[in-house]
């Protein structure tokens, strides 16, 4: 038998088949094995990469696909919708932290002509959802390609219909619609705004940068709303009661110059449409008037501070006195004797004895006081309608007489509250103000001593106890508060002349030992009540005393309790001795 060879062979690592290598070599055997387990590893690492590729590839494609989904739907749902961005007009409160207006989300419907392929179709379905468009217009915006607003502040509830119709040359805008939430009782004061929110008239437009730009900022005034409705409510039943065609009143504080409240009748609703023009006119910064007898109060304050005479002067009192050509009497006399008292001058109201009171002060006098007190200049206040007062010019001395008693000079009711707070509050100049002031009070330059301050107080409340405003207040047995105050009737001007047609004024003040408040009402021609049944019967009388004080006492019953005036009592008598020359 022939001898097996153990020599081994030698590996052919360049051998593509394993078909002829023998089965049995120990070493080629392993590197197969240890090749085979490789890569059996290798195949399984790289199935896991690839399933894992697979499964990241899917969730991300999943995850794209989500996002076109829901950006596509989005977009379909929102494709009217524009990104405008939508800056939140700041609202306007009043001193107690009471909203007076608000602002409501609302949307504008534009349309861009050129992206509309059947305008004609398109036109016709806007027709059956707003049936009130004018269709011949809007067939003329279709034809300039030019974008325009089909509906401008539209509510969210009208708007479905339009979304509806899948027309891409519609665009809906964000916008906010300002909202005056009392309606009239602010009207003259807020104003308005336009439709692009932009301030046209009142606060708004005054402060319209800031009101712009302070959207989260509360933008607080002098305001009351108490005070406001109490104001107003008593003025219409007073136009009502006496037929009057208008009325005006404010209250300010006699010291700080806050306006507290200011109305104007007749008045309008901001948050209409369309407006009656006249009613937009506010008679307390616009209105200029000749007061009549309440412009006595500086002629007498006057001469009493440059010491030309005092409340216990005497002067003689006729049947009438000239002024140039003309004659001017008084509607009843001051005092029975033939000479009377700067006190009876004042408090009876006699226009003999104003004349020559003034003729003792002087024009230069005159004119420098109502230079200094405000009254030729226009108002300084926080609102774009004001008016500047008429003045005569040349200034003769006869202008000064006139003026002395009530004409030839027109002002305003705010000019008139302004320069009488100066005049009770010891003197001292204010500034008017519809901003809410906090801090330490800074007072304004001083014009008159605080015992010519006092005297006028003891006056004017001597007016109301004793003269032409007492028939109201006594009337009213059970009035709380001592006021103080001035009447003044005037004759209108109608066609460059006089006319029997009247405005009727009471300015006072309360408490009147130490005023804290000027109360103003003006009636524009009120009637006479001739009836005598009537609980306010005049006999026919349409003077001040019978009508525009009545309005300032209901006014000063109901504000009392809420200005918590506590001070009941007349100014010390003794004043007038004091002063006695």
Not at 250 to 257: A, F, H, T, Y
Not at 318 to 325: F, M, R, V
Not at 434 to 442: A, D, H, Y
Not at 520 to 532: F, M, Q, R, T
Request: hydrophobic residues 35%; aromatic residues 10%; neutral net charge.
């Amino acid at each position: 038998m022939k001898k097996k060879s153990h020599k081994r062979k030698k590996i052919d690592i360049y051998q593509k088949s394993f078909a002829f290598t023998h089965r049995y070599n120990d070493e080629k055997f392993a590197f197969e094995k240890l090749k085979s387990i490789r890569n059996n590893f290798a195949l399984k690492i790289n199935n896991r990469l690839i399933l894992a590729a697979v499964v990241f590839s899917s969730i991300y494609l999943a995850v794209a696909i989500r996002m076109i989904d829901v950006n596509f739907f989005y977009h379909q749902e929102n494709k009217y919708f524009s990104n405008n961005e939508l800056i939140e007009r700041g609202n306007i409160y009043d001193r107690n932290d009471v909203s007076i207006t608000a602002n409501i989300k609302m949307y504008n419907i534009g349309i861009n002509p050129n992206q509309v392929d059947d305008k004609s179709g398109l036109i016709s379905k806007i027709k059956s959802i707003y049936p009130s468009i004018n269709e011949e217009d809007l067939r003329k915006k279709f034809t300039k390609d030019k974008f325009f607003y089909l509906k401008r502040n539209t509510p969210p509830t009208d708007l479905q219909e339009i979304v509806d119709l899948g027309e891409t040359g519609i665009t809906i805008e964000n916008t906010n619609q300002r909202k005056y939430l009392h309606k009239e009782l602010f009207s003259h004061l807020i104003g308005k705004v336009d439709i692009d929110n932009e301030g046209i008239s009142g606060i708004e437009k005054s402060f319209n940068a800031v009101l712009k730009s302070e959207s989260k900022k509360k933008f607080e005034t002098s305001l009351d709303v108490r005070l406001q409705h109490i104001v107003r409510d008593e003025i219409l039943s007073g136009m009502d009661l006496y037929s009057a065609t208008g009325g005006s009143g404010l209250i300010i504080d006699v010291n700080s110059g806050e306006i507290l409240s200011m109305v104007s009748l007749p008045d309008f609703d901001p948050n209409a449409k369309t407006q009656n023009h006249d009613n937009m006119f506010n008679k307390n910064t616009l209105g200029l008037y000749e007061f009549g007898s309440v412009m006595k109060t500086f002629t007498t304050a006057i001469g009493i501070e440059e010491k030309k005479f005092f409340p216990n002067s005497m002067y003689e009192i006729n049947d009438s006195i000239k002024i140039g050509k003309y004659r001017v009497r008084d509607v009843h006399r001051p005092c029975e004797e033939d000479y009377c008292s700067v006190e009876d001058i004042f408090v009876h109201s006699s226009n003999v004895g104003t004349i020559q009171m003034i003729r003792d002060v002087g024009k230069d006098l005159q004119q420098s006081y109502l230079y200094e007190l405000g009254l030729l200049n226009e108002i300084d206040l926080e609102l774009p309608e004001l008016a500047s007062p008429i003045y005569p010019d040349p200034w003769r001395m006869a202008n000064t007489e006139s003026i002395s008693y009530g004409y030839g000079l027109s002002i305003s009711p705010l000019h008139l509250a302004s320069a009488t707070a100066a005049v009770v509050n010891g003197g001292y100049l204010i500034k008017p103000t519809l901003r809410k002031k906090t801090g330490e009070e800074i007072k304004g330059e001083r014009l008159f001593s605080e015992q010519t301050s006092e005297i006028m107080r003891y006056l004017m409340s001597k007016v109301v106890d004793q003269g032409t405003a007492a028939r109201a207040f006594s009337e009213h047995t059970d009035y709380k508060y001592i006021v103080g105050g001035k009447t003044g009737t005037a004759k209108k001007i109608i066609d460059k002349s006089y006319d029997n047609k009247k405005m009727t004024t009471f300015i006072s003040t309360f408490p009147i030992n130490k005023p804290e408040y000027i109360v103003l009402v003006s009636l524009d021609e009120p009637k006479g009540i001739n009836d005598d049944y009537h609980p306010y019967n005049t006999f026919g009388w349409t003077d001040a005393g019978w009508n525009s004080t009545r309005v300032v006492r209901n006014i000063i019953d109901r504000i009392g309790p809420i200005l918590d005036t506590k001070t009941k009592y007349l100014p010390n008598e003794n004043i007038i001795i004091k002063t006695s020359h």
